[in-house]
């Protein structure tokens, strides 16, 4: 079983709609989970970073965090054509050392006009 | 956010070659980096964590005498590359953690996109 599973995807929206990118975590331990941008070509980027149950919102951006679950998600409303890219869901598992990040596969996401 | 720089941006060389990749935190210390490598259509791999005044700590399967790290500075990794060859060819992006809101969040540098022909 993969640390950080995420749908490769594609996944795709049209523009104005919102789109849901899940990612599944084994570590009941990890404590700090990101969401990354990667344009192709190009570094990842940080789109959001949440530590606590709940939602964390950001501009068009909210990161859903469920511990009991082992589950986070990124919502992004009124997705833009410049939003498609590869988005890589990021754990720190606990007892790894300092900010060491686990990855997942990364989802595509397309964004149509 | 956080600047992390790295030197150079592309690198074109031959196989048997050494290559050396720099990576700069610009407005902060960091006392850890990362080096990870990414093939076409694949995710992040994490090579190495390179430590500031001690010897970097390599990932299963990542060979050290091969990926050379040096962490020079409190902002400053390099990675070079030693005799390399066409399998070699990657994306090689660095991190860095800063702290912030008590947390430690990885900026990564823009990568450096190396071809062993």
């Known amino acids: 079983q993969k640390e950080v599973e995420q749908n490769s995807g594609p996944l795709s929206v049209p523009e104005g709609a919102i789109a849901s990118l899940n990612c599944t975590y084994s570590?009941?331990?990890?404590?700090?989970f990101f969401w990354y941008r990667q344009y192709s070509g190009k570094s990842p980027e940080l789109i959001m970073s949440?530590?606590?149950?709940g939602d964390k919102e950001d501009g068009r951006f909210t990161a859903q965090l469920n511990k009991a679950s082992q589950y986070v998600s990124l919502l992004i409303r009124d997705s833009q054509p410049s939003d498609s890219a590869t988005y890589l869901c990021?754990?720190?598992?606990?007892?790894?050392?300092?900010?060491?990040?686990?990855f997942g596969q990364g989802t595509i996401l397309t964004v149509h006009p | 956010g956080a600047v992390v720089s790295q030197h150079p941006s592309r690198v074109i060389c031959k196989s048997g070659t050494s290559v050396k990749i720099e990576c700069r935190s610009l407005?902060?210390?960091?006392?850890?980096m990362f080096w990870y490598r990414q093939f076409p259509k694949q995710s992040l791999m994490l090579m190495a964590t390179?430590?500031?005044?001690?010897?970097?700590?390599?990932e299963q399967g990542v060979e050290k005498d091969k990926f050379l790290i040096n962490h020079a500075s409190l902002t400053l990794s390099t990675l070079t590359v030693t005799s390399a060859h066409p399998e070699d060819s990657s994306f090689y992006i660095c991190?860095?953690?800063?702290?912030?809101?008590?947390?430690?969040?990885?900026?990564f540098g823009p990568g450096t996109r190396l071809t062993v022909l």
């Open positions: 991190s860095a953690p800063s702290r912030t809101e008590g947390t430690d969040t990885q900026y």
């Open positions: 570590d009941r331990g990890s404590q700090s």
């Open positions: 949440i530590y606590s149950n």
């Open positions: 990021a754990v720190i598992p606990g007892g790894t050392s300092y900010g060491k990040l686990t």
């Open positions: 407005d902060f210390q960091a006392t850890t």
């Open positions: 390179s430590n500031e005044g001690s010897k970097a700590t390599y």
